[in-house]
């Protein structure tokens, strides 16, 4: 396993592709300079989906980001002008990961309606679902990319949306439709010159989609702890975990934190990174329709 003096062998990419990536990094703006009156919480009241009431259509609720926001300014925890909004991630930035067969597929909104599970999308003009679906989806890529600069300069960072990790570079699924853990993590290895990360994913769902694109690179260490009995089922995707804690519908809250802590202290054993990004799922709760856990 790597640690702070290892050397850690890279993927390796034809020296035109890996010069493009480069460069898209590079030229982006998504990584901009945030006052430092502002908090590192990241949010746009854009990243909530509400359109004919088609959101409602599936389980996820596609307008929770809204609400914490809400709650946590209600509560005096948080001043809503001190929030920091993210740029939307434009497809230059996107080609950094996807393809461009992968982002032409998605004007196809049948295609869209399959990875968003929602049936009537496909029935709907694309250019509406760009901009009713989609978008919000780009602008919340943009604040989980900004995340990993505000982390690295503040020590930590929130971005409320985002966590889409159903998503890999050529597929989508589960409702992620872009890969954005993948991409905060290509563009801190460019931009903060960082080579250890360390993702924690403590969502219901196994992160089937980073999964993948990482397959083969050891400069990123995957902790994923979820409930096995549901969606996806990726057993291809769970050979690269470097550590797994497969759980059962019905795992309550005292077992849940003792297999954590045991999964913390291994990953903290095994790896010393220099970024770690944490997937926070509330499907873990006791009721959500969705992980099946207590």
């Known amino acids: 396993m790597a640690t702070a003096s290892s050397s850690i ?40 989906i509400a359109f004919l009431g088609i959101e409602k259509l599936h389980p996820f609720d596609s307008s929770k980001w809204g609400r914490i926001c ?13 929030i920091v909004e993210p740029l939307e991630a434009l497809k230059d930035d996107l080609l950094v990961v996807h393809s461009e067969s992968y982002l032409a597929s998605l004007k196809s909104s049948l295609n869209v309606s399959i990875i968003v599970e929602v049936p009537p999308v496909a029935f709907l003009p694309n250019w509406l679902v ?12 943009g604040g989980s990319i900004l995340a990993a600069k505000l982390a690295k300069e503040r020590g930590w960072a929130i971005n409320v949306g985002g966590g889409f990790h159903h998503c890999s570079a050529e597929k989508g699924g589960g409702f992620c439709v872009y890969a954005d853990i993948t991409l905060c993590i290509q563009y801190a290895f460019v931009r903060l010159n960082i080579s250890r990360v360390m993702i924690i994913d403590l969502d219901a769902h196994q992160g089937n989609g980073y999964e993948i694109d990482f397959s083969n690179d050891s400069r990123v260490y995957v902790l994923d702890m979820y409930n096995s009995q549901i969606y996806p089922f990726d057993y291809e ?40 990004i944490y997937n926070a799922g509330t499907d873990i709760l006791d009721g959500d329709p969705l992980g099946r856990l207590k």
């Open 237 to 276: 995707a769970k050979r690269y975990i470097d550590h797994k804690v497969e759980l059962v519908s019905g795992t309550k809250t005292k077992e849940y934190l003792e297999e954590l802590d045991k999964a913390l202290e291994v990953a903290r054993n095994n790896f010393d990174p220099q970024l770690v």
């Open 130 to 141: 760009q901009k009713k679906v989609l978008y919000p989806f780009r602008k919340q890529v």
């Open 9 to 48: 062998p890279q993927p390796r990419l034809p020296a035109a592709t890996e010069t493009v990536r480069r460069n898209r990094i590079l030229s982006s703006k998504l990584y901009f300079d945030v006052p430092l009156a502002k908090v590192p919480v990241i949010y746009s009241p854009s990243y909530d």
């Open 70 to 82: 809400q709650f946590l300014i209600k509560e005096g925890v948080l001043d809503k002008n001190r």
